[in-house]
């Protein structure tokens, strides 16, 4: 898990869009292992803060890939994330970000086949309910929480489940626990246009990461999803 946090957070750090600490090292041991990273000395937040956050996400997003995906397989979470590559980004978004969890929340019991079936359902209907975009460098899980501050009061990035992926994924978990600053999406906006109706869509991509939460901690999660399933079916 830690060489592939260690490989995410150097393919972040070689776009120069946002400041993404150092991996000092790696341990492996036989009962413990860890990651060793830059120290960051927190201060309080530059005035234009969200607005280079803003901009330096936009940035990221510039750098493509051929096809949607990864050369290698890494985590969301403690959870395996697959990043086969794929031409098609509805394909993608079906095969290697939904179906997985939910074959995973079935086989334990976190789901019913009932509700299983409607999202399955949703996934066939992806194709009149997003749009299409090239693959773009995304962190992958970028809720509040992977947004830290530097000792300049920058805006810095952690923790990322990197792959080229839709951009709006990346927007979508930024709201997935209560929304950003207006400027930030100002900011991102006014450098990289986003594509009518993102807002609608954003639900739509933050039904991955609630699947996950689901997986990892059940409790009120599937409900989520499911209002979202429902809605959208």
Not at 86 to 106: C, G, M, Y
Request: aromatic share 10%; glycine share 6%; charged share 25%.
């Amino acid at each position: 898990m830690f060489l592939k946090e260690k490989s995410g957070l150097e393919l972040l750090a070689s776009s120069a869009s946002l400041r993404i600490p150092s991996v000092i090292a790696i341990y492996e041991g036989d009962d413990q292992s860890c990651l060793l990273l830059e120290y960051l000395e927190s201060a309080p937040k530059k005035s234009n803060y969200w607005q280079n956050l803003g901009v330096g996400l936009a940035r990221m997003h510039l750098i493509t890939s051929h096809a949607y995906g990864l050369e290698t397989d890494n985590f969301m979470g403690s959870l395996r994330q697959s990043n086969r590559y794929t031409e098609s980004w509805v394909d993608f978004f079906t095969n290697e970000r939904i179906l997985p969890q939910v074959k995973l929340a079935r086989d334990h019991g976190r789901i019913r086949q009932k509700e299983a079936d409607l999202i399955e359902t949703l996934c066939k209907k992806l194709p009149e309910l997003i749009n299409i975009e090239r693959p773009a460098l995304t962190h992958g899980d970028l809720w509040s929480g992977n947004i830290m501050t530097d000792e300049l009061g920058e805006p810095v990035l952690i923790d990322p489940a990197v792959s080229f992926c839709h951009r709006e994924t990346d927007i979508a978990m930024t709201t997935l626990f209560g929304w950003l600053t207006e400027e930030f999406y100002q900011s991102y906006t006014e450098t990289l246009k986003l594509e009518p109706g993102w807002q609608e869509r954003l639900d739509i991509y933050n039904l991955y990461p609630l699947l996950v939460h689901v997986n990892l901690f059940g409790g009120g999660y599937l409900s989520q999803v499911m209002q979202i399933t429902k809605r959208f079916n």
